[in-house]
C-alpha cells in the first residue's frame, strides 16, 4: 500500500475517538502536502514527510500511551513496526527531545536520533502552524494557543521554550525556502498561509 495512504489510515484509526486531534493531523498532512509539492524533489521524500505527518501525534492515541510522552509513545511504536525513519522523525517533531527529557524518558529516547534534514524541519513547520481543530496559525499564535490550554507551568510549555532555537531555526530555514521560490497562485497560497517569520 503506498506509504502515505497507509499513513492516513492507521492515523485517522487510531484517533478515531479523538476528532480534534485527528482534525489536527489531517491538517498537518495536508500543510505537509502542499508544502512538499514545492520544496521537495525527491517522490519518495515527499512520500516520508506527509506520512510522518499523519502520524506525528498517534502517541496520543490510549492503545498506545504508555509513557505518556506522546514524541516517544508514538515512536516506539513505529520501531515496533519497523518504520525506524518514521519513528525519529515523529520523537523530534516539535520540542519531543525536550519534553521527553523533562517528562524523565531521555534514556527510552535516545534510540530516536534527530534527523537533520528539510523534510524534519517541514514537519516541525506544519505541527505548530497548525491549530488543535486544524485552523492554520502563526508559530506565535500557535505558542499562545499552547500556552493558554495548558498553562505556564506545564511541561509541554517548557518543553517548547527549552527547545525554543530548533523550532524557530526550522521556521526560518523553511521560510526561506519559500521565499526563494518563484511566486505563482499555489504558493502564495502556501506563504500566505504560514505568513508569519519567527523572530
Ligand atoms: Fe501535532
Known amino acids: 500500500m503506498d506509504r502515505r495512504l497507509w499513513a492516513e489510515n492507521y492515523a485517522s484509526s487510531l484517533l478515531a475517538d479523538n ?3 485527528l482534525a489536527h ?15 521537495l524533489d525527491d517522490p519518495d521524500e515527499r512520500s516520508v514527510l506527509v506520512a510522518a505527518a499523519w502520524l506525528h501525534d498517534i502517541g496520543y492515541a490510549p492503545v498506545l500511551a504508555t509513557t505518556g510522552a506522546h514524541h516517544l509513545d508514538g515512536a516506539i511504536h513505529l520501531e515496533e ?3 525506524h525513519r518514521l519513528a525519529c522523525l515523529v ?5 519531543g527531545a525536550a519534553e521527553t527529557a523533562l517528562r524523565g524518558f531521555a534514556d527510552e529516547f535516545a534510540q530516536f536520533p534527530r534527523e ?5 524541519d517541514i514537519l516541525t513547520y506544519c505541527d505548530l502552524s497548525c491549530g488543535p481543530d486544524g485552523t492554520r496559525l502563526t508559530l506565535d499564535e500557535r505558542l499562545r494557543e499552547i500556552r ?3 498553562g505556564d507551568d506545564h511541561v509541554v510549555v517548557r518543553g517548547l521554550e527549552a527547545d525554543g532555537d530548533v523550532i524557530r ?8 525556502r519559500l521565499a526563494n521560490l ?9 506563504t500566505g498561509s504560514g505568513r508569519d517569520s519567527p523572530k
Open 182 to 190: 518563484k511566486p505563482d497562485a499555489t504558493i502564495q497560497a502556501i
Open 19 to 21: 476528532p480534534r486531534r
Open 91 to 95: 520523537a523530534h517533531h516539535g520540542s
Open 81 to 83: 513496526l519497523g518504520e
Open 25 to 39: 493531523s489531517r491538517a498537518v498532512a495536508t500543510t505537509a502536502s502542499e508544502l512538499a509539492d514545492v520544496l
Open 148 to 150: 493558554a490550554r495548558y
Open 169 to 176: 531555526g526550522a521556521f526560518r530555514r523553511v521560510d526561506l
Open 116 to 120: 537533520l534534514s528539510l523534510v524534519a
